[in-house]
């Protein structure tokens, strides 16, 4: 089993739409959790950290589960500018190993 | 601000040549990682290291070697290039201090196709 998984997708919705992404993992160990975006042919770059009370930026929303070892990604109101992949990341309690998760894909259509 | 600077950008490399890829940082970070990006396949640790002078194996080390003389850069060594290397590989670094920041900071990668 993979360390993260991620809901596979693609996920192809309309403008305004809120979609929500899922991911777990199985290391219990793991200590930080968060969300990357990576748009076509970039590199990875930090979205959002995820904390157990759940925080929130603008549209975004990111929820931890540690006792489900499951993480969300939830994004209002899309726009075309969103359509990415969405990268789930976990950082293992010694601070050296991250590890993502498979990304799962966005397209925001008109 | 150069943050994570990887050379070459891109390369074709023929079956059983050797190359190194070269990733530089700027921020005085402690970790660092090398990654390999294939589709479907999200990113696949293949070495890290936690300080100068140390390296460890991530997912996939097979038929690669790294090494981090210098705190500001980790080479990836391909020894003898295999068509199953082709790929896009990224590099990492991350500051390592717990009260620091978390975020991991990339370079724009390095576009490989052995040939």
């Known amino acids: 089993r993979k360390e993260v998984e991620q809901d596979p997708g693609p996920f192809n919705v309309p403008e305004g739409a809120t979609v929500a992404f899922n991911c777990t993992y199985s290391?219990?160990?793991?200590?930080?959790f968060f969300w990357y975006r990576q748009d076509c042919r970039k590199e990875p770059k930090l979205l959002m950290s995820?904390?157990?009370s759940g925080n929130e930026d603008g549209r975004f929303t990111a929820q931890l589960n540690r006792a489900s070892q499951y993480i969300s990604l939830l994004i209002r109101d899309s726009k075309l500018s969103d359509s990415a992949t969405y990268l789930c990341?976990?950082?293992?309690?010694?601070?050296?190993?991250?590890?993502f998760g498979p990304g799962t894909s966005l397209s925001v259509i008109p | 601000n150069a943050g994570v600077t990887q050379t070459p950008k891109f390369r074709v490399l023929k079956t059983g040549q050797s190359m190194t890829l070269l990733c530089a940082q700027d921020?005085?970070?402690?970790?660092m990682y090398w990654y390999r990006q294939d589709p479907g396949m999200g990113l696949r640790l293949i070495h890290y290291?936690?300080?100068?002078?140390?390296?460890a194996k991530g997912e996939v080390p097979d038929g690669y070697n790294v090494s981090r003389l210098k705190k500001q850069n980790f080479l990836l060594g391909l020894e003898s290039a295999a068509p199953s290397q082709t790929s896009v590989y990224f590099c990492?670094?991350?500051?390592?201090?717990?009260?620091?920041?978390?975020?991991?900071?990339f370079g724009q990668g390095t576009r490989l196709t052995v040939v």
């Open positions: 290391n219990s160990a793991s200590q930080s």
């Open positions: 995820v904390y157990s």
């Open positions: 990492a670094s991350l500051e390592g201090n717990r009260q620091g920041s978390t975020e991991a900071f």
């Open positions: 290291s936690v300080g100068e002078g140390t390296t």
């Open positions: 990341v976990v950082l293992k309690t010694s601070y050296d190993k991250v590890i």
């Open positions: 921020m005085n970070h402690e970790y």
